[in-house]
T-cell receptor, first 114, second 109 residues
Framework: DTGVSQDPRHKITKRGQNVTFRCDPI?????LYWYRQTLGQGPEFLTYFQNEAQLEKSRLLSDRFSAERPKGSFSTLEIQRTEQGDSAMYLC????????????FGSGTRLTVV | QQPVQSPQAVILREGEDAVINCSSS?????VHWYRQKHGEAPVFLMILLKGGEQKGHEKISASFNEKKQQSSLYLTASQLSYSGTYFC??????????FGTGTRLQVFP
């Protein structure tokens, strides 16, 4: 069990640029979640996958955000035309059953939009 | 929809006890508890399931009142390593967690 890996750890980008983050979940976990966290706040739900199917996307999320999980393995989160308000820690988590089992979080990708 | 935690912050001496509360406005399938240290990812502590099943940590206990949609986390004989921010995560359905507002715990020698 190598844990949940996220890449990159840090990303600084100029406003208007596109960015893509990657998450590699624990291999036997079929559920994968993306959350966003700003300083002093709890993680905010963005989207989740069961295997390769994206089952829910937060209504708070603009169309600039998209996520994929091809073949039910790793996942990518893309943000197009970044804005300063997108600056946050983006956390990925995986679990084997959803609400019945705890989540294992990755170390996150810290995005700074300048 | 976000669960509300109380208190917002707790300061303890080593060996003292603390209780952190989590309250939701929705009926819940389960409640999770996580601890996050500064600059690190949240770490799973415990899950409480509807019907009374509980899975988690040996030194930390919790309760889940399904009728009131409330949960409490009990930290006894606190250690320096308990310092961090505690989040409850509530599951109104069998899918994602909604995380609470957080409780910052500081334990001093």
């Amino acid at each position: 069990d190598t844990g949940v890996s996220q890449d990159p750890r840090h990303k600084i980008t100029k406003r208007g640029q596109n960015v893509t983050f990657r998450c590699d979940p624990i291999s036997e976990h079929n559920r994968l979640y993306w959350y966003r966290q700003t300083l002093g706040q709890g993680p905010e739900f963005l989207t989740y996958f069961q295997n390769e199917a994206q089952l829910e996307k937060s209504r708070l999320l603009s169309d600039r955000f998209s996520a994929e999980r091809p073949k039910g393995s790793f996942s990518t989160l893309e943000i197009q035309r970044t804005e300063q308000g997108d600056s946050a820690m983006y956390l990925c988590a995986s679990s084997s059953r959803g609400y019945n089992y705890g989540y294992t979080f990755g170390s996150g990708t810290r995005l700074t939009v300048v | 929809q976000q669960p509300v935690q109380s208190p917002q912050a707790v300061i303890l001496r080593e060996g003292e006890d603390a209780v952190i509360n989590c309250s939701s406005s929705k009926a819940l399938y389960s409640v999770h508890w996580y601890r996050q240290k500064h600059g690190e990812a949240p770490v799973f502590l415990m899950i409480l399931l509807k019907g009374g099943e509980q899975k988690g940590h040996e030194k930390i206990s919790a309760s889940f009142n399904e009728k009131k949609q409330q949960s409490s986390l009990y930290l006894t004989a606190s250690q320096l390593s308990y310092s961090g921010t505690y989040f409850c995560g509530t599951a109104p359905g069998p899918d994602k967690l909604i995380f609470g507002t957080g409780t910052r715990l500081q334990v001093f020698p």
